[in-house]
Every structure is written in C-alpha cells, then in structure tokens.
C-alpha cells in the first residue's frame, strides 16, 4: 500500500534495548488522502533514510510504501515501510 502525506515533526526516541542504547529518528505525519486519518501517525526512519532524508523533510510531502502498521501505547499508531519520494 502506498500513500502520501506531509512530514509535520521530527524527533529522536531514545531507550535502553537489550544490546544498549537504541536511538530512532522519527518523523510525524499528515495524511493527504482525500478521506484522510483524523490522527497525525509515526514512521521510523531506516539507517539508509536517516542519512539522506533526516532534518530535510520537514514541510515536505512524502511518499510512502507502507508495509505495516503497529499501534503503541495509548493508541499511537506508528507505519514501517519505505519512503519512495520526498517533493
């Protein structure tokens, strides 16, 4: 499934996993469907990503091959997929 959507934030999650400090670059995002989520969701950039889309993105639109969808706590969801272009 694909979609587009607009990058509204970007944030660094930090937390202490089993091999250490895990960091994760992540992006907030609009959805610009015509029946749109009413929710801004999340989407975790790769390490591939985050070298070439991370700080850049903000304000921009996004294109997204959306593999998965996972709900976190207190009903956040957040997408994993790929970014297949950024305009």
Known sequence: MTGRFQ???ERVESFTG???KVE???V???DQDKNAMLNTVDYVLS???KSK???KCVGKIVEL?????TVLFGGRLRLSGRILAVS
Not at 65 to 69: E, L, N, P, Q, Y
């Open 7 to 9: 990058v509204i934030g």
């Open 18 to 20: 089993k091999r250490g």
């Open 24 to 26: 994760q670059h992540i």
């Open 28 to 30: 907030s995002l609009l």
């Open 47 to 49: 390490e591939e990503e």
């Open 53 to 55: 889309h991370s700080g």
């Open 65 to 69: 091959a959306i593999t998965a969808a």
